[in-house]
């Protein structure tokens, strides 16, 4: 039988004995387990949790309003960090993406932030922190993954693919400087109506790291002094970090 959804709670009876054949190329698929109120200091959200048959990991939405069946849904999918997200790190932009997400969606009718179990571009925290100490030595991040034997990034984003496509959400304008992100959604069949540029000023720690985004990755930041998009001028938003660290542009 199947189960009516006309709200986030519904998805959770629906599904509860969920099986499919799966997103990629390991088959992913993924079954919402809880739903709950979730007040922040960025606003008031819905957090849906999930389950997925690859490796049990945990993966959560974390949604403003009615995005139930929606259309052109501002979405960020943003990987867990953390160095970044809970320590406070200046060696990366992550926490300062994530809180802008938040702050951007809450202001919005409906959005969702996807937060995926995917540490150091996947290849794990304490890989993470192995690459971090060859970055001490002289290497760039993406040099640091190559050394340790992994890809640049190892990311996969069918989990994120199904995961939209559990919340019913039709098509989403995705908030990111990552053209790879795109194109990884649209592989497996999510309709992006749009990029969101989600620019975050450099500070002294992380300016290299960002530039090595955009130099070898391929992501849309420029600090070569060609002309910028208005949010490149947006303040950075770190709490509590003193003003001597934000670089003046």
């Not at 088959?27 to 979730?38: D, F, I, S």
């Not at 690859?54 to 259309?71: P, Q």
């Not at 794990?124 to 002289?138: E, H, M, V």
């Not at 995705?174 to 989600?198: C, F, Q, W």
Request: aromatic share 6%; hydrophobic share 40%; charged share 25%.
């Amino acid at each position: 039988m199947t189960v009516p959804v006309t709200s986030l709670q519904d998805l959770v009876e629906r599904d509860r004995d969920h099986e499919c054949e799966g997103f990629g190329s390991a088959k992913v698929c993924v079954r919402v387990v809880g739903v709950a109120e979730l007040p922040t200091r960025f606003g008031a959200f819905r957090i849906v949790g999930f389950w997925n048959n690859r490796d049990a990991k945990e993966h959560i939405a974390i949604i403003k309003g009615d995005v139930l069946g929606a259309d052109a849904v501002p979405a960020r999918l943003h990987s867990e960090c953390l160095t970044g997200d809970v320590l406070g790190s200046l060696r990366c932009d992550c926490r300062d993406q994530l809180i802008m997400a938040l702050k951007k969606i809450s202001a919005e009718p409906y959005g969702v932030v996807l937060y995926l179990r995917q540490e150091g571009r996947g290849i794990g925290l304490l890989n993470k922190i192995r690459a971090y100490s060859l970055q001490d030595q002289g290497l760039d991040t993406v040099e640091a993954n190559l050394a340790l034997g992994f890809r640049d990034d190892e990311r996969d984003y069918a989990i994120a693919a199904h995961m939209l496509q559990s919340l019913t959400i039709r098509s989403v304008q995705l908030m990111t400087n990552n053209p790879k992100k795109v194109g990884a959604l649209e592989s497996y069949g999510i309709d992006v109506r749009g990029r969101l540029p989600h620019l975050i000023p450099p500070n002294p720690h992380n300016r290299f790291y960002l530039e090595t985004k955009a130099n070898r990755s391929g992501h849309f930041i420029d600090f070569g002094g060609k002309p910028r998009l208005t949010e490149q001028h947006d303040l950075v938003m770190v709490d509590g970090m003193p003003d001597a660290l934000v670089e003046k542009e």
